[in-house]
Nanobody, 121 residues
Framework: QVQLVESGGGLVQAGGSLRLSCGASGRTFSIYTMGWFRQAPGKEREFAAAISPNGSNRLYAVSVKGRFTISRDNAKNTQYLQMNSLKPEDTAVYYC??????????????WGQGTQVTVSS
């Protein structure tokens, strides 16, 4: 069992930046693909970014590519999402996600509880 806890959400003006963190319990963090999804009000949850277990591969949704950067620190059991040039349409609840192995995030084994990001215009 893996428990994921997000932090770092908040209110920011358009053009600003935020960094989300996701801490994971357990000693096997380094064998999980990690990532972020988001869900805006009235919309389905959507993929934002993913990072392979050793951090060598990263994947981004078109909507965030070039503005968001995903990273991880396996020694600290933590992944991050640096969000720059934020837009009002980035407003959503952001969820940390984990999947055992190096097979992407088409299937998610564990979810965090979510953290709210609100971007004002």
């Amino acid at each position: 069992q893996v428990q994921l806890v997000e932090s770092g959400g908040g209110l920011v003006q358009a053009g600003g930046s935020l960094r989300l963190s996701c801490g994971a319990s357990g000693r096997t963090f380094s064998i999980y693909t990690m990532g972020w999804f988001r869900q805006a009000p009235g919309k389905e949850r959507e993929f934002a970014a993913a990072i392979s277990p050793n951090g060598s591969n990263r994947l981004y949704a078109v909507s965030v590519k070039g503005r968001f950067t995903i990273s991880r620190d396996n020694a600290k059991n933590t992944q991050y999402l640096q969000m720059n040039s934020l837009k009002p349409e980035d407003t959503a609840v952001y969820y940390c996600a984990a999947r055992l192995g190096d097979n992407g995030l088409g299937q998610v084994d564990y979810w965090g509880q979510g953290t709210q990001v609100t971007v004002s215009s």
